[in-house]
T-cell receptor, first 112, second 116 residues
Framework: GQQLNQSPQSMFIQEGEDVSMNCTSS?????WLWYKQDPGEGPVLLIA?????ELTSNGRLTAQFGITRKDSFLNISASIPSDVGIYFC????????????FGKGTKLSVKP | DAGVIQSPRHEVTEMGQEVTLRCKPI?????LFWYRQTMMRGLELLIY????????DSGMPEDRFSAKMPNASFSTLKIQPSEPRDSAVYFC??????????????FGNGTRLTVT
């Protein structure tokens, strides 16, 4: 079946640094989503991408839908302690949300 | 707006007992999803409903698992009998579908199930 490879699995960064994570797949997707999960809570949508090449920002977060439609990246600029959490990418290839595939997540830890 | 509401937040039960997890989707959303999250397997889709009708239950691990959606504002996921390997966080999510457009999934805060 379809799989998403999300990297890195985890990262420690210094407060103020920029962060980059990405997802790749051997399959084509027509939607990419990025979620963040805080401890004890459900994933919360950060950014949704619907077109190849699309670059979208949400505050300090920027995400892009790769031209090949097989990848997406998420950047966080000037990280702060509350950025700690697990970030998930998710890809959708068909019309039904039942086909949404999640990556395994990138665990972000920030050193204060 | 209230988000997706799940109950209970935590459930500890003994092996063999019946467990019922509950979900109230966001008002107006017509699609509801049940996911299971573990360290090993990440987020896995168990079953989803459109307009209260189960569409795909291929992710339900065994016959011990069942889900219902009797109306647009309520769904249950039942495990009977429960086993220790069912221990996980179970998430409910909802979205709205209009024509071919799907809004992104909105997740509840999950139920952490521990089966001893």
């Amino acid at each position: 079946g379809q799989q998403l490879n999300q990297s890195p699995q985890s990262m420690f960064i210094q407060e103020g640094e920029d962060v980059s994570m990405n997802c790749t797949s051997s399959s084509i997707f027509n939607t990419w989503l990025w979620y963040k999960q805080d401890p004890g809570e459900g994933p919360v949508l950060l950014i949704a991408l619907y077109k190849a090449g699309e670059l979208t920002s949400n505050g300090r977060l920027t995400a892009q839908f790769g031209i090949t439609r097989k990848d997406s990246f998420l950047n966080i600029s000037a990280s702060i302690p509350s950025d700690v959490g697990i970030y998930f990418c998710a890809g959708l290839s068909g019309g039904s949300q039942g086909n949404l595939i999640f990556g395994k997540g990138t665990k972000l830890s920030v050193k204060p | 707006d209230a988000g997706v509401i799940q109950s209970p937040r935590h459930e500890v039960t003994e092996m063999g007992q019946e467990v019922t997890l509950r979900c109230k989707p966001i008002s107006g959303h017509n699609s509801l999803f049940w996911y299971r999250q573990t360290m090993m397997r990440g987020l896995e889709l168990l079953i989803y409903f459109n307009n209260n009708v189960p569409i795909d239950d291929s992710g339900m691990p065994e016959d011990r698992f069942s889900a219902k959606m009797p109306n647009a504002s309520f769904s249950t996921l039942k495990i009977q009998p429960s086993e220790p390997r069912d221990s996980a966080v179970y998430f409910c999510a909802s979205s709205s579908r209009t024509g071919s457009y799907n809004s992104p999934l909105h997740f509840g805060n999950g139920t952490r199930l521990t089966v001893t």
